[in-house]
């Protein structure tokens, strides 16, 4: 079954910096793979997608990049504020597993002024 | 367009009980996937409806059931309440089948004393 690592240990940076965050998986290479951003007590909220066949997708602040032979995916905040704080999960759908989409455990983003 | 609803928000129940949590989805996706988030945990998918049929399941055992209706609400089930399904019961609605990026409702909070 695929696995998705991300660092369970919190990301504490400075306002103004790049936050970049990391996902690791194992097995078949996904279909494609998703960002999201999670608040304490509240659903995730979608942030990108990235197919199988790009390497790399931006969205304003954020960037993604996808690198399926080091069967990894980089998310990066650039000029990150202290609103930006949350857990960042990365999930994977695989079109052979019912559309089921695997998450990650998160990473929890501090973003200190 | 109205986004994704649950209900109820929180639920308290013992061992051995039944539960049924309630999800609207999002107006036009025809798709509605279940999680359940422990503390400190990414999503864990438990299954997915289109078109009020089971499209996917994940690692779940079977008293944990669904329905999905006409207008695409959708309904989740779990009989024999054991301690370890207290947790955060995410429901997320999306277009296309479930292939592209999913709108998650805040979440049920289940304890099971």
């Known amino acids: 079954s695929q696995k998705i690592e991300q660092n369970s240990e919190a990301l504490n940076i400075q306002e103004g910096k790049t936050a970049t965050l990391t996902c690791n998986y194992t097995?078949?290479?996904?279909?494609?793979l998703q960002w999201y951003r999670q608040d304490p007590g509240r659903g995730p909220v979608f942030l990108l997608l990235?197919?199988?066949?790009?390497k790399e997708k931006r969205k304003e602040r954020l960037k993604v990049t996808f690198d399926t032979t080091l069967k990894q995916s980089l998310f990066h905040i650039t000029a990150s504020q202290p609103a930006d704080s949350a857990t960042y999960l990365c999930?994977?759908?695989?079109?052979?597993?019912?559309?089921?989409?695997?998450f990650g455990g998160g990473t929890r983003l501090m973003v200190k002024p | 367009e109205t986004g994704v609803t649950q209900s109820p928000t929180h639920l308290i129940k013992t061992r051995g009980q039944q539960v049924t949590l309630r999800c609207s989805s999002q107006?036009?996706?025809?798709?509605v996937s279940w999680y359940q988030q422990a503390l400190g945990q990414g999503p864990q998918f438990i299954f997915q409806?289109?078109?009020?049929?089971?499209?996917g399941r994940g690692n779940f055992p079977p008293r944990f059931s669904g329905l999905q209706f006409p207008n695409y609400s959708s309904e989740l089930n779990v009989n024999a309440l054991e301690l370890d399904d207290s947790a955060l019961y995410l429901c997320?609605?999306?277009?296309?089948?479930?292939?592209?990026?999913?709108?998650f409702g805040p979440g049920t909070r289940l304890t099971v004393l």
């Open positions: 997320a609605s999306s277009g296309l089948g479930g292939r592209n990026e999913q709108f």
């Open positions: 097995n078949y290479s996904p279909a494609y």
């Open positions: 990235i197919r199988e066949n790009e």
């Open positions: 999930a994977l759908l695989q079109y052979n597993a019912g559309n089921m989409l695997t």
């Open positions: 107006s036009g996706h025809n798709t």
């Open positions: 409806y289109y078109r009020e049929e089971e499209n």
